[in-house]
């Protein structure tokens, strides 16, 4: 079965003919730069050497690194302030206000269906499979019609934890005409291979990732997109001049100089993961710890919200996820230091009658 699939026929006309801002920074950044309205005398403070200069619009350093990370090109990435950016972009440049709709499959992440709110598109869902998690692709497809643009799935899933199956997957992105986005922010923590590198084989696919979880750096806000050059030309067209400051930029280069270092702790969270498991299963309330391959627990135990209350009194929080479709009496539990899951455990057999 050929692929239905045709970007100019969902790519929204006024993205097609935007002629985008041009900065500075996109024609010129060394020589006698007094072409951007800089402070010439640079920041306030010391050890802030080119900082009065905008960053480069492009990151194109940054996005060689990611590209050999994910074994692609780097036409094929695009940066962004977090897969919050990715996210908000797909809807700016494929779906039309008022018009077009998306689809989801809960319980899954929440930003998906805030984004929809925020540019007024129309959200279906499909709820994953009670217990298993996993995706229900008759219905989905069932439940596609001509207006839905992108298909949301997050694998590893959040709050589940559990991945997608990667037949099911394949299934959705050869049938489904619009563009198929996989959230991949948890895939270091998982043993299924990310999807990134299939962009070149699917002109449909579009990979979100994040240096927020396995790479330990949240605070910088750096995501990540993988697409077709298409879809990322696009992206490239529509995003802020500046998107990624300089400071972000240099945290994130740093990182890929140290990956022996994203790799240790990576294989540290996941022992720990596998160790918090044990001790969870000890609790006498917890009626069941789902599978994992994530760098977090979803969590069955009896009266979840009165006990989240209650670590929070205590000032350890997690996350109630009692109120997601299939996740009844349940909390998320991150994988936290050796120490962190020791106060939990403790904390938890503390309110155990």
Not at 228 to 249: F, G, R
Not at 291 to 299: D, Y
Request: hydrophobic share 35%; glycine share 4%; charged share 25%.
């Amino acid at each position: 079965m050929s692929n239905p699939f045709d970007l100019e026929k969902i790519v929204r006309p006024n993205i097609k003919h935007l002629k985008p801002y041009h900065s500075a920074r996109q024609d010129f950044s060394d020589g006698l730069l007094l072409d951007a309205n800089e402070n010439s005398l640079g920041a306030p403070y010391q050890e802030a050497e080119g900082l009065h200069r905008y960053p480069d619009p492009s990151q194109s350093r940054l996005r060689d690194f990611i590209a050999d990370w994910r074994g692609v090109r780097k036409e094929n990435v695009f940066t962004g302030v977090g897969s919050d950016e990715g996210i908000d972009l797909l809807y700016r440049i494929f779906c039309r206000p008022g018009q077009d709709r998306v689809l989801t499959t809960p319980p899954t992440y929440g930003m998906y269906t805030v984004s929809a709110d925020i540019h007024n598109i129309a959200v279906d869902s499909v709820l994953l499979t009670a217990e298993t998690f996993q995706l229900n692709v008759d219905e989905i497809l069932n439940t596609i019609r001509d207006e839905t643009k992108l298909l949301f799935l997050c694998s590893p899933n959040n709050p589940t934890g559990n991945t997608f199956k990667r037949s099911s997957i394949e299934q959705l992105i050869k049938a489904f005409p619009g563009i198929v986005v996989i959230d991949e922010a948890y895939i270091d923590f998982s043993e299924e291979p990310s999807w990134a590198s299939e962009v070149v084989n699917y002109p449909n696919l579009v990979v979100l990732q994040t240096l927020s979880k396995s790479f330990g750096l949240a605070g910088i806000r750096l995501g990540i997109s993988y697409a077709s050059e298409d879809i990322i030309n696009y992206m490239m067209k529509v995003k802020a001049p500046y998107n990624i400051n300089q400071l972000t930029s240099n945290y994130a280069v740093q990182a890929f100089e140290n990956l022996n270092t994203v790799r240790f702790n990576i294989d540290a969270i996941k022992k720990e993961r596998s160790r918090l498991r044990g001790e969870l299963e000890r609790v006498p309330t917890i009626r069941k710890i789902y599978p994992s391959e994530a760098n977090f627990l979803l969590v069955k135990i009896d009266d979840a919200l009165t006990i989240y209350n209650k670590l929070t009194q205590q000032n350890v929080i997690v996350r109630y996820r009692g109120n997601e479709p299939h996740c009844d009496s349940c909390l998320r539990i991150t994988v936290g230091t050796p120490d962190e899951n020791k106060r939990l455990i403790s904390a938890l057999k503390q309110l155990t009658p």
